[in-house]
Nanobody, 124 residues
Framework: QVQLVESGGGLVQAGGSLRLSCAASGRTFSRYVTGWFRQAPGKEREFVAAITSTGGSTYYADSVKGRFTISRDNAKNTVYLQMNSLKPEDTAVYYC?????????????????WGQGTQVTVSS
C-alpha cells in the first residue's frame, strides 16, 4: 500500500507562487511515476503534471506549461509542484497520485493511489 500526503496549499494573489509537496510512504516509491491533478468546484478532475521515477521525463498540461514545474527528491520520497504566475483559474484542490510502475498516463483513472488533496485558492 502506498500512502500519499499533500501539503503546501493556501491562499495567494494572482501572479504569486506556491510549492506543493507530496510525501509518500514505502521504500519503492522511487520506482513509480507520480502525477499531480486538480479539481475545481463543479468540474472533473484534470491532469496537471507528471514525472517519471528518476525525474528524467516530465509532462504538463498546456494550461500550466511554462508556469508550473514538477520535480522529485527520491531520497526524501517526495514529489513537488512549483507553481508560479498563478491565475484565478488555477484555483482547485490539488491531488498527487501514483501507480506501481513507470508509465505515464494523463487519465486520472489510471492511478490507484491518491492523497487527500490540498486547497489552492488564487485571488484576483
Amino acid at each position: 500500500q502506498v500512502q500519499l500526503v499533500e501539503s503546501g496549499g493556501g491562499l495567494v494573489q494572482a501572479g504569486g507562487s506556491l510549492r506543493l509537496s507530496c510525501a509518500a510512504s514505502g521504500r519503492t516509491f522511487s520506482r513509480y511515476v507520480t502525477g499531480w491533478f486538480r479539481q475545481a468546484p463543479g468540474k472533473e478532475r484534470e491532469f496537471v503534471a507528471a514525472i517519471t521515477s528518476t525525474g528524467g521525463s516530465t509532462y504538463y498540461a498546456d494550461s500550466v506549461k511554462g508556469r508550473f514545474t514538477i520535480s522529485r527528491d527520491n531520497a526524501k520520497n517526495t514529489v513537488y509542484l512549483q507553481m508560479n504566475s498563478l491565475k484565478p483559474e488555477d484555483t482547485a484542490v490539488y491531488y498527487c497520485a501514483t501507480r506501481r510502475d513507470d508509465v505515464v498516463f494523463l487519465d486520472a483513472g489510471k492511478y490507484p493511489y491518491w492523497g487527500q488533496g490540498t486547497q489552492v485558492t488564487v485571488s484576483s
